[in-house]
């Protein structure tokens, strides 16, 4: 998908899930589409009813309060990004990998120390006495 093709709120909420770059910026679009679309599924359930006779003035406000949520998300996700960039700014860098790092490492050693034991203890030790058996073959 190039930047040039318009996704629907489900791609774009499936894109952020899995792409962690761009995750939390289409995660939240994708949500926030999905709401604008689950509103305007409901102004044209009331748009429906207002044209069989019902509900004129319920219609009115529902779309007023529907323009304006939209009006005020579009500002909230227009900042996003630059609001996670000032936040990945001031963000610390996370000792976390050192951690992991370190605990596999000792994974490691742990388990070439243990290979080793098990190896010499599979391996009979050599006698102190002299063979029994004369070890040379018979011509």
Known sequence: MSATTKLTPRQRLTRGLAYTAAGPVDVTRGLVGLGVHSA????????????????????????????????????????LPEALQQARRAQR?????????????????????AFSMIRRKSRPEPSPRPPSVDVQPRP
């Open 93 to 113: 860098r996370s000792k976390r990998p050192w951690v992991i790092a370190g605990i596999a490492v000792a994974a490691l050693a742990g388990g070439a120390a």
């Open 40 to 79: 305007q599924a409901g102004a044209s359930s009331l748009r429906r009813r207002y044209q069989e006779g019902r509900l004129a003035r319920d219609l009115q406000s529902a779309q007023e309060t529907i323009a304006a949520e939209l009006a005020a998300a579009q500002e909230v996700v227009a900042g």
